[in-house]
């Protein structure tokens, strides 16, 4: 069974940081192109950052210099470093493994809140 679990979420302050996880079973995110996304209320959701497979990195400009996408293969988990966090960053993160078209798996989301 394949399952993504995405913890880290929770309420900080304007400049504060958190660090989201997407720990994965059933499948190998080594393997995989794996994409932070966010959905702030009432909004679209939007890519913040993705990682793939051969360590390929890009970021959304309103997250360039902030947030650092990672990847720990022993624990098949992938991190969202989010630092300088901002009121605009509230949102309800998820992860997703992207394997090939039609295969794909999404984490349940985690809320981050940033107060002013």
């Known amino acids: 069974q394949v399952r993504l679990v995405v913890s880290g979420g929770g309420l900080v302050q304007d400049g504060e940081s958190l660090r989201l996880s997407c720990a994965a079973s059933g499948i190998d995110l080594r393997i995989a192109t794996m994409g932070w996304y966010r959905q702030p209320l009432g909004k679209e959701r939007e890519l913040v950052a993705s990682l793939s497979s051969d360590d390929g990195i890009t970021y959304a400009e309103f997250v360039k210099g902030r947030f650092t996408v990672s990847r720990d293969n022993a624990k098949n988990t992938v991190y969202l470093q989010m630092n300088s966090l901002k009121p605009e960053d509230t949102a309800v993160y998820a992860c997703?493994?992207?394997?090939?078209?039609?295969?794909?798996?999404w984490g349940k989301g985690t809320l981050v809140t940033v107060s002013a």
């Open positions: 997703k493994a992207y394997y090939r078209a039609g295969v794909d798996y």
